[in-house]
């Protein structure tokens, strides 16, 4: 799996769009960028992933640069509850039984959103 | 509604004693993980599973062993608990495509 590299840390003030930054410049042709999120003592919370095409859901949308070596989350319109540890993860797409089912989280980016 | 749920949430034991974690789903996933997370670090997998009666070895499975008999459980056991293994445990679950996978709420243990 391709190794990611994310800001330790990023404020955002509330009602603001917040935009998470990854770098992943050795991600391969058949590795989809995910993203996890964990807001203290809680269990890691899947919010998107995307392969080439922007994404977009009902939490967040993500943006892919066209080489597709770096990517950025955006919360349209952060709250206090986004406030979390938010994980940028690459790995091969999971299909029955394979190894691209496993998640290797790295330090992720601790974002506070201030009132 | 479809859940996973971890048990004990919080457990303290001593050094030398095995401990068993349990984990149980209900979404009827054939992937099921176990993570370990320590005090400002990401997750480490310690062992997974593909399906009844398939275990595999993640990246810290010194110490750890696991058992699938069933699609629904995957029990997590410390066979000689150690200090070192105060941590936080998380299971996982997910389907055959993997792109999602869902996390209990975890168990917190500490060693002595």
């Known amino acids: 799996d391709a190794k990611t590299t994310q800001p330790p840390s990023m404020d955002c003030a509330e009602g603001r769009a917040a935009n998470l930054p990854c770098n992943h410049s050795?991600?391969?042709?058949?590795?989809?960028v995910y993203w996890y999120r964990q807001i203290h003592s809680q269990g890691p919370q899947y919010i998107i992933h995307g392969l080439k095409n922007n994404e977009t859901n009902e939490m967040a949308s993500l943006i892919i640069t066209e080489d597709r070596k770096s990517s950025t989350l955006i919360l349209p319109h952060a709250t206090l509850r986004d406030t979390a540890v938010y994980y940028c993860i690459v790995r091969v797409r999971a299909g029955g039984e394979t190894s691209g089912s496993r998640l290797t989280f790295g330090e992720g980016t601790q974002l506070t959103v201030n009132p | 509604d479809a859940e996973i749920t971890q048990s004990p949430r919080h457990k303290i034991t001593e050094t030398g004693r095995q401990v068993t974690l349990a984990c149980h789903q209900t979404?009827?996933?054939?992937?099921m993980f176990w993570y370990r997370q320590d005090l400002g670090h990401g997750l480490r997998l310690i062992h997974y599973s593909y399906g009844v009666q398939d275990t595999n070895k993640g990246e810290v499975s010194d110490g750890y062993s696991v058992s699938r008999s069933n699609t629904e459980d995957l029990p997590l056991t410390l066979e000689s608990a150690a200090s070192s293994q105060t941590s936080v445990y998380f299971c996982?679950?997910?389907?055959?495509?993997?792109?999602?996978?869902?996390f209990g709420p975890g168990t917190r243990l500490t060693v002595t």
């Open positions: 979404w009827n996933h054939n992937n």
């Open positions: 996982a679950s997910s389907d055959r495509t993997g792109y999602e996978q869902y």
């Open positions: 050795t991600i391969s042709g058949n590795e989809y």
